[in-house]
């Protein structure tokens, strides 16, 4: 166990929705990571924040937005979806934001969009 | 740009034999590069890094990587292979001044009893 917990596992919504996933640090950990991973694109990085500032941006869809909380859980919120938008969608923490930090993952967050 | 490329989608190996899942890197400056690992319907879980100093870096579960700068690559190595380590195989590097990690596309390791 990672110590990072996410939630819902599963999510399953029609296109043109908007949902919330949900992401709690390990216990400790300051940095969040939301990552998106399917077949065609790989594990694609989408967003990072640190003690609940945004530090830095990748690929992200304007669609998407996130936030952390002064508790440290982050919130990844997806909206207008589209089928493409179906993915695994993962959560990973660490204490700090180096290059020597490995990262802790949670065990993902499947959204079927229909 | 950072970048990390593993050429193999797939590896199959005989339980038993030993095992090599491939990645190569380009990046400017030092490389900061790891190993993960991803059983089904889990998170990725690191195996190792390499950050400086010895080239043969052990790691989780028996498995080791090697760095070798002229090649720019960092190959994932175990002497002998069980079914258990059939997974999604990860190489992960951090270019000089990022920390966000770009994560190659994966190989899946398939070991056979």
């Known amino acids: 166990d990672s110590g990072v917990t996410q939630t819902p596992k599963h999510l399953i919504t029609a296109t043109g929705q908007r949902v919330t996933l949900r992401c709690s640090p390990r216990?400790?950990?300051?940095?969040v990571y939301w990552y998106q991973q399917s077949l065609d694109q790989g594990l694609q990085f989408l967003i990072q924040?640190?003690?609940?500032?945004?530090?830095a941006k990748g690929n992200i869809l304007e669609r998407f937005s996130a936030q952390q909380f002064p508790d440290l859980h982050s919130e990844l919120n997806l909206s207008s979806l589209e089928l493409g938008d179906s993915a695994l969608y993962f959560c990973?923490?660490?204490?700090?934001?180096?290059?020597?930090?490995?990262?802790?993952f949670g065990s993902g967050t499947q959204l079927s969009v229909l | 740009a950072q970048s990390v490329a593993q050429p193999e989608d797939q590896v199959n190996v005989a339980e038993g034999n030993p095992l090599t899942v491939k990645c190569t890197y380009s990046?400017?400056?030092?490389?900061?590069l790891f190993w993960y690992v991803q059983y089904p319907n889990r998170g990725l879980q690191f195996l190792l890094k390499?950050?400086?100093?010895?080239?043969l870096v052990k790691g989780s579960y028996g498995f080791e990587a090697e760095f070798n700068k002229s090649q720019t690559s960092f190959h994932l190595k175990k002497p002998s292979a069980l079914v258990s380590d059939s997974a999604l195989y990860f190489c992960?590097?951090?270019?000089?001044?990022?920390?966000?990690?770009?994560f190659g596309r994966g190989t899946s390791l398939i070991v056979h009893p």
């Open positions: 992960a590097v951090f270019q000089g001044g990022s920390y966000i990690p770009t």
């Open positions: 990046v400017s400056g030092n490389p900061y």
């Open positions: 924040y640190y003690n609940g500032e945004e530090r």
């Open positions: 990973a923490s660490s204490f700090g934001q180096s290059q020597n930090e490995k990262l802790f």
């Open positions: 216990s400790g950990d300051l940095s």
């Open positions: 390499y950050i400086t100093g010895d080239n």
